[in-house]
């Protein structure tokens, strides 16, 4: 057997599904009937780990850092609020999608100056974009509300069919199914040739290029795509809160956005969808025990993660189940090239 169908024997079987993936999902799935009296909070961490997918998609599988991340999230959300607010599209799916292109359109305008760079001016220009759209936003109050925000957002029904409920039960399962439709998608993006192609990229961009590989061509395309994910999942956050303020734009969204994936690792994509819970979970804990210092219990978890390695403490701490974490941490994104038999 040659090197080239060993690699590609193995990709397949990376592709498959395992016990552990179906788990998670039937465990976050009973989630919605076991704890009915926590649809909010679980509805949060849904949206944070699907924004936390979009950002893995370009670090963890692309190399590109941003600390700007949240200006399509931030997108997302105005457009939503704005197409709900002035009756523009009124089913919730259809201004779902219209919030994500619209995301889209800005993340394909943006990639130009994000691919020229390197990392550290990769930081800077997303976090320039962000801060510079915050500050439009703030501009042209009459359209945005301004500190204000929107108000009077009011959802229709989800389909014509199924209403938002205060208790954010119909909020909790649309989030969810919006959530796994688009891992399915990004699942299926990041184990195709073409993501295999970006792992080559984060690995050595000039040694993909002298093999063939179109570099930019790559790097915009994924660019979009998770900008397309981030303005998918401020969409979500304003049609199940009806809010939508300059917050959306904030610095501090894309920062806690890092250390999720610091929490749960990059390069895989249950990474962010673990890091949300995790961060979620201790945000909760931390700030019911010490409400103005819980953000040095979590600075100090980021602290012992780094020292200890994320790898003991999920064995060690437990954190999930360790066989659940050996089938999904053990699919990280990396395909290595087995010897020839040749």
Avoid at 29 to 48: E, H, K, N, Q, V
Avoid at 248 to 260: G, I, N, Y
Avoid at 288 to 315: D, N
Wanted: hydrophobic content about 55%.
């Amino acid at each position: 057997m040659s090197a080239a169908s060993d690699v590609g024997h193995h990709a397949q079987r990376q592709a498959r599904w395992h016990f552990g993936e179906a788990a998670f999902w039937l465990v976050v799935l009973a989630c919605g009937f076991l704890f009915p009296s926590r649809y909010l909070i679980m509805t949060d961490i849904l949206r944070l780990a699907l924004f936390a997918m979009s950002l893995d998609l370009i670090l963890g599988y692309a190399g590109i850092v941003s600390l700007g991340h949240a200006a399509f999230f931030g997108v997302g959300a105005y457009a939503a609020g704005l197409l709900a607010l002035h009756g523009i599209i009124n089913e919730p799916v259809l201004a779902l999608i219209a919030a994500g292109l619209a995301a889209m359109v800005l993340g394909f305008a943006t990639s130009f100056l994000v691919i020229r760079g390197v990392d550290l001016t990769r930081l800077m220009v997303t976090l320039g974009i962000a801060l510079l759209l915050e500050a439009l936003a703030e501009r042209f109050s009459n359209v945005t509300g301004g500190t204000d925000g929107l108000q009077g957002i009011e959802m229709q029904p989800i389909l014509g069919a199924i209403p938002f409920d205060m208790f954010g039960k119909a909020g909790f399962f649309y989030s969810l199914a919006v959530l796994f439709v688009l891992f399915l998608l990004a699942r299926r993006i990041v184990h195709s040739p073409f993501g295999l192609s970006l792992r080559a990229i984060k690995n050595n961009p000039l040694r993909a290029a002298a093999i063939g590989i179109p570099v930019n061509r790559r790097l915009i395309a994924i660019y979009t795509l998770a900008a397309f994910y981030a303005g998918i999942a401020g969409a979500l956050f304003t049609q199940t809160t009806a809010i939508a303020s300059l917050d959306v734009f904030a610095f501090d969204r894309s920062a806690d956005l890092m250390l999720v994936l610091v929490i749960g690792g990059t390069g895989y994509l249950y990474g962010g969808l673990i890091g949300a819970v995790i961060f979620r979970m201790l945000q909760e804990v931390f700030s019911t025990i010490t409400p103005q210092y819980w953000q040095f219990w979590i600075g100090l978890v980021l602290v012992v993660i780094v020292l200890v390695g994320r790898q003991r403490l999920h064995y060690g701490v437990l954190f999930l189940p360790n066989l659940l974490i050996k089938q999904i941490a053990g699919r990280k994104a990396v395909v290595s090239v087995p010897e020839s038999d040749t």
